[in-house]
């Protein structure tokens, strides 16, 4: 054997890797852990996708009922949309924030339009986060519901 450390790693990893798997941690929930409306946005959206990812997984297993596959497409048309508005929302929100930013140095005109604008920005993020907290919720439900079924 040319590489006994490397055997030896490699034999530790394996031994342990069905402990770590009967502990059943579970993953922090991304968008409980936000503290502000862009790591809340940002986590909406990227939990989405998650979502959209394992949905698919679901979906395509010929052993899902197809009352349950239909429950996450409706689930996912009605989530959709919300994020998607949310996206183009956060993106106007993030140009708004970086203006400001670049202003901050400008004069007391152009620093006023810029706060007014992120201001602006900031309260039609906060109406869209709320908008599409609920449905990405109840696709996490059902999807949560099919997965618990499945195993």
């Not at 030896?8 to 031994?15: G, M, P």
């Not at 949905?55 to 349950?68: F, H, K, L, N, Y």
């Given at each position: 054997m040319r590489h006994p450390i490397r055997a030896?790693?490699?034999?530790?990893?394996?031994?342990l890797t069905p402990a770590c798997?009967?502990?059943?941690?579970?993953?922090?929930?991304?968008?409980?852990?936000a503290r502000t409306d862009d790591q809340r946005a940002y986590a909406i959206i990227e939990s989405y996708g998650a979502l959209v990812e394992t949905?698919?997984?679901?979906?395509?297993?010929?052993?899902?009922?197809?009352?349950?596959k239909r429950a996450i497409g409706r689930a996912e048309a009605a989530a959709?949309?919300?994020v998607q508005t949310l996206e183009i929302v956060f993106s106007a929100y993030l140009r708004a924030r970086a203006a400001y930013a670049a202003a901050s140095g400008g004069d007391d005109t152009t620093l006023t339009r810029a706060f007014n604008a992120l201001n602006a920005a900031s309260q039609a993020l906060s109406q869209a986060i709320d908008r599409a907290q609920a449905p990405v919720a109840e696709l996490q439900t059902i999807i949560n519901a099919q997965r618990g079924g499945v195993r």
């Open positions: 030896l790693a490699l034999a530790c990893v394996l031994t798997a009967a502990l059943h941690l579970s993953a922090p929930d991304p968008i409980a852990a949905a698919t997984v679901i979906v395509r297993d010929p052993s899902v009922p197809i009352e349950a959709t949309p919300s």
